[in-house]
């Protein structure tokens, strides 16, 4: 042996050693949760022994997970980025750190990063289906899925072709087409004869598929793309002249949300020819109308209809979506001047309505009052656009013909291409657009000495009084007032409405849907359903919309377990009137916090008697779905009547009061994760409100460390309310049960069975790709964006989509997660079976939809098909049409891994 080796003897020798040592405290390190430590450690022995690496691969990690999880959460970003160069020098090919990084990369901002990790994963395990999941999420982001619907709209496009033919026809023939997406609307240009055409969009992604599309339609020659936005256009940087003519269909539900205004200001600026008798915009204008609406399901989304939840006082907070807080503008409409040194401080303002489609909407809506015009926009007059953007406002009073409950403003628009062309927006439209919706809530109505009307009932002949102005490029429609008929005035006939010699040329589409009725479940067992309940009696103002007549479920009912079908009246559910709130209430009550957005907000210029308090509409809906809340409360109560002082760990994600109401009933502890700062605020308002021990309820970012106590309850939501599994909640019910449960201690809900059905819909295909090349008239587009189509199509409401049933219903999945410990306990987290079931129609297979039957406890069973639930349903997509013959046998083949479920059909 030479010298040199007797040398290096010695170090190898030094190295196995710190290996070992290393590997053993990066163990430890593990079970203490100190993953920073035990992530460095991993490091140390990756670099002292690289070929190890492949033994640490999966520890590693899950330290990885942790740490960078741990790093986000404190605002390390130079850590953060420090933590995945590291992970990335020794696992640049680990699908499991790929798709990690990719979340968090994406969290953060950077989307196009985040999708290279998720390819870079995907090329790795094409089977991932976490980082597939996490690829469409991205993908639905880069190209928003409106841009199918818009393209699929073959009457929206084929009036903008004929809008830009006529125009280019007169003489217009320099165009600028602004926020070009495809391409489209510039191919109609060059098409038509125009000689120079000019196309922006500031995505990239957006901008990359337009070149793709330009070429592929050999008008790669014929139009300059540009990657700005067209504010940043400069003549002649980026355009060598001015020019005649400005298409754009930067316009949203609201009209105005995509910036139309700042973005036609700048143009007829900047941009325009300087004489403004020789330069026009496609659209020319907009009239914008709205009506009142009575709509059980926006109800639900807009506000806590009960006074309390299972023995949870709520008399002293109102809960409403967020949507709801009055716009940053003063009353008499004028905008809030910003204060230059805080630009950059200042968050842009949120839309204030949230969006719907009339036509489709669950159990349908109802007209309260006539369409009435709001505003008339003319985006050929610059003065009147400056107009619009320094802030404008006008007061309606709208009649009511119909009595019912108002529960919100809804708003559509008739875009005027040009004198001969019109498009309208209306619910009776079906057009890609969908309706702007301004919730109306209790808080609203009391202003000028008005009873407060927690029902917010309106009887044929009142007036609602409408604030309607236009701030900070955005409509605004809020509702200040309801009275009693003026009298002298006409009945029926809207004041204060703008009104113009065209407008009885244009088609409002006042057309409606009336509010269908359908029967509501409850308990069958007594015990469970005494006391859970907090109805007030119907006073005498109350409405009985519903008839006795129910709607039957379009899916028979499969499981073996018994439903919650003792019915109660749909009057006393989201319709029902809640009396008033009594002496009792703490006007003084508010809510004080710099960081959160929970505070207590009066509305119509009067000081509100109780604290009102935000939450997400999807967070309301799950509230005011009251069989889910009391499922969930019996069965805790039960798990509680066997064993008194009960320690629970909630981990599920979002607002829920199901912990409070345990404390209510004797619950020792409960330990929330995930729940942000601003549901904490508004948690423990509520536990003071009831005079809950603040110290019981205890909130943790993760997984609380592990202690000997343990805990006897583990309670979570398994399903997202758009009809997909929560993500990680699998992993998160393992884990959790392996390290926190005690023996003998129970999860909620106890298990749940995955349904399927195969189905034809054309109308989904529609939302989810472009059909064919003949909606968008002949142009080849389909080919590039049908790349960024989604497999899983989340938010189907099974209940409206038109589709045809091509299979009965049949079972996917069993996951039971209170099975005794054993070496299987944990065999929910990977599942793989094949169903073969009979095709009962001829068609052509466009997806799987899939829901859940859930059992939160022995006989208590929620199905998130039914109706009355506040959950959508979820659709695996076919990748191709696959024609099916009645009497065929389809090989179903499903698959979960890391809570998500892929389907495929044979």
Partial sequence: MSIASHMQFPDLERNVWLVSKSIQAAERCMQQKNYGRAFAHYLLVCRLQPAKKHDIKETFSTAFREWSDELERKCRWEDLFKCFDQACQFFPECEQMLNNMGSQLFRLGYVDEAASCFRKALRQDPSYLGARENLENVCSHLVERWHFRMLNDTLRNQSFKSAIETAVKQGYTSVLDIGTGTGLLSMFAA?????????????????????????????????????????????????????????????????????????????????????????????????????????????????????????????????VCKTSVPHRQQRDGTAVEDD?????????????????????????????????????????????????????????????IATGRLDAIAMWFVLE????????????????????????????IHSHGCERRENLVVREGEMVHVHCSVANDLIHLYCTDIKREIPGTQKNQPQGACTSSSQSSLSFGDVFRPVPSYSFCGFEDNSVSQGAYQFVENSEDSLRDC????????????????????????????????????????????????????????????????????????????????????????????????????????????????????????AAQVTLTGQ???????????????????????????????????YDVLVTELVEPCGALRQQVLEDIALAKVSH????????????????????????????????????????????????????????????????????????FDFDFNLPHSSDMLNFLEKDVTVRVPACENGSLTGVVYWFDIYVADAVRLCTLDEPRHWRQAVVMMAEDLDVTLGDGLCIQARCRNSCIDITVK
């Fill in 340 to 400: 230059d040194d805080d630009d950059e401080e200042d968050e842009e303002e949120e839309e204030p309505y949230t969006t719907e489609n009339l036509k489709y909407v669950r159990g349908g809506y109802r007209a309260i009052s006539d369409t009435t015009c709001v505003f008339q926009f003319d985006f050929n007059d610059p003065q009147a656009i400056r107009k619009y953007r320094k802030g404008i406002s006008r007061d309606l009073q709208l009649p009511v």
């Fill in 547 to 666: 008839d006795e007549n129910s709607h039957s479920l379009r899916v028979r009912d499969l499981s073996q377990g018994e439903k919650l079908n003792s019915t109660v009246d749909a009057g006393t559910q989201g319709c029902s009137s809640i009396s008033s709130y009594g002496a009792s209430i703490n006007t003084d009550k508010t809510i004080s916090t710099s960081t959160s957005k929970c505070d207590t907000y009066s509305f119509g210029g009067c000081p509100s008697p109780k604290s009102t308090l935000l939450l997400e509409r999807h967070e309301l809906g799950r509230l005011n779905d009251i069989e889910v809340n009391t499922a969930y409360f019996s069965a805790v109560q039960k798990l509680q009547q066997e064993k008194t002082g009960l320690s629970i760990l909630d981990i599920t994600q979002g607002f829920s009061a199901l912990c409070l109401q345990s404390l209510l009933q004797g």
């Fill in 191 to 319: 098409k038509a004869g125009a000689q120079e055409v000019y196309s922006c969009e500031m995505s990239k992604t957006m901008y990359e598929l337009a070149g793709d599309v330009l070429v592929a339609n050999q008008m790669k020659d014929k139009v300059h793309l540009i990657h700005a936005k067209s504010t940043d256009i400069t003549v002649p940087d980026d355009i060598p002249k001015r020019v005649p003519l400005i298409v754009t269909e930067t316009v949203d539900a609201g009209l105005l949300g995509e910036g139309m205004l700042s973005t036609l200001d700048h143009a007829w600026e900047h941009l325009l020819l300087s004489d403004k008798t020789q330069a026009r915009v496609i659209p020319s204008g907009a009239t914008v109308v709205a009506c009142l609406v009575e709509c059980e399901a926006i109800r639900k989304q807009n506000r806590l209809l009960y006074p309390g939840l299972c023995q949870l006082d709520l008399t002293q907070v109102s809960l």
């Fill in 741 to 812: 449960l005690r023996p003998g201690g129970g999860v909620v809900p106890q298990r749940t069975s995955v349904y399927g059905m195969c189905i034809h819909s054309e109308k989904l295909k529609e939302y989810s790709m472009v059909v064919s090349d003949q909606s968008t008239l002949g142009w080849n587009i389909a080919q590039f964006i049908n790349d960024f189509k989604m497999r899983t199509h989340v938010d189907v409401d099974l209940q409206t989509l038109p589709y045809t049933r091509l299979t009965e219903p049949f079972k996917i």
């Fill in 676 to 710: 942000d700062e601003t549901n904490q605020m508004i948690l423990r308002h509520i536990s003071e409100a009831n005079q809950i021990d603040a110290g019981k309820l205890l909130f943790v970012n993760g997984l609380p460390e592990e202690g000997d106590q343990g």
């Fill in 417 to 444: 291409l040009d004198p001969d062309t019109h498009l309208s927006t209306s619910p009776s439209s079906d057009r890609c657009w969908e309706q702007a919706i301004f919730p109306v809530l209790p808080e609203h």
